[in-house]
């Protein structure tokens, strides 16, 4: 639809988000496809969508055993959003989670740590302001990075990382 209406940003986050519906369905060449034709106009006309576009194509070489590169985009990723001080599409968690999966991948256990870690606290320090508890337990199981990023902060920091 972008594509056929002109709109360059439909077209990459189009993209973006077919690239998400394969990595989740295991077709990781045709995934690596579509984030990469996203990311070239995003990068364009969405500089906001990148970081989290980066975090997907980390994601996608992450799954293809790319570590090196997940890592990079990882990492390009983190510092795009650092620069910004944003993410669109609330990614900033999925960016996050990733970049220490991406640590770990590579070897660098005790930075996958202090990741998981940060990434933790942010996650908990949003709980915090959400008043309702059932939206507050919600946030925290039914959003899959924020799940995952608990997860990984329990296995990887200790029991009393959920906390």
């Not at 060449?29 to 106009?41: F, K, N, S, V």
């Not at 055993?65 to 609330?90: I, V």
């Not at 309702?132 to 902060?153: I, M």
Request: net charge negative; hydrophobic share 50%.
């Amino acid at each position: 639809t972008g594509r056929t209406r002109q709109l360059p940003v439909d077209e990459g986050r189009g993209q973006w988000a077919l690239a998400e519906v394969l990595l989740r369905a295991g077709e990781l060449d045709a995934a690596d496809a579509a984030i990469q034709a996203g990311l070239a106009t995003l990068r364009l006309v969405a500089p906001l969508d990148t970081p989290g576009a980066l975090a997907t194509l980390a994601a996608i070489r992450l799954a293809q055993g790319r570590t090196a590169e997940a890592l990079a985009a990882a990492q390009e990723g983190l510092d795009a959003h650092e620069a910004m001080g944003a993410c669109a599409f609330f990614r900033g968690g999925f960016l996050r989670q990733v970049h220490a999966e991406c640590l770990d991948a590579a070897g660098d256990h005790e930075a996958a740590k202090v990741a998981i870690t940060a990434a933790r606290a942010r996650v908990l320090a949003i709980a915090e302001k959400i008043g309702d508890p059932e939206y507050r337990k919600s946030f925290l199981e039914n959003v899959p990075e924020n799940r995952l990023t608990l997860e990984l902060a329990r296995r990887w920091v200790g029991p009393d990382a959920s906390s």
